[in-house]
């Protein structure tokens, strides 16, 4: 299997985003104090795992547009729900609608993700399988 322009946003998903997540994961439930627990080692194998397979998947994302529009919606309300906490405001509506609006943004990633994979990568290989068979 050679390498081509498409791999490259996977090797940097996997070179990248693991270390990113565990050190957002140490960060945000304040676990730096776990030496000698299984606590690293289980979350390091499942965020290895969830990069491993969005590095492997990202060959199948030709159209990068939505998908980074809905991470930056992410990182935005992510940025304002932290605002709002600072500022005293973590129960008020607007708190609440940012927190949402992180919910949402995260689901229309994955709908972004997963469509380009399924149009990109599934449905041609079923087409291909079709049309072998079709031919025997």
Request: glycine fraction near 10%; charged fraction near 10%; proline fraction near 0%.
């Given at each position: 299997m050679r390498f081509t322009r498409?791999?490259?946003p996977g090797i940097l998903i996997a070179g990248i985003a693991g270390p990113l997540l565990m050190l957002l994961f140490l960060a945000?439930?304040?676990?730096?104090g776990h030496h000698g627990t299984p606590l690293m080692g289980?979350?390091?194998?499942?965020?290895?795992?969830a990069v491993g397979l969005a590095a492997v998947f990202a060959r199948f994302i030709r159209k990068w547009d939505w998908p980074l529009a809905f991470v930056g919606v992410i990182l935005i309300s992510v940025?304002?729900?932290?605002?709002?906490q600072q500022s005293g405001n973590d129960g008020t509506r607007i708190a609440t609608a940012l927190k949402w609006l992180g919910v949402i943004g995260f689901v229309g990633l994955n709908i972004a993700v997963l469509w380009q994979i399924l149009v990109n990568g599934i449905w041609p290989i079923v087409e291909r399988f079709d049309a072998r068979r079709a031919s025997d």
């Open positions: 498409a791999d490259l945000a439930f304040e676990t730096w289980a979350m390091g194998s499942n965020i290895g795992v940025a304002s729900v932290y605002w709002a």
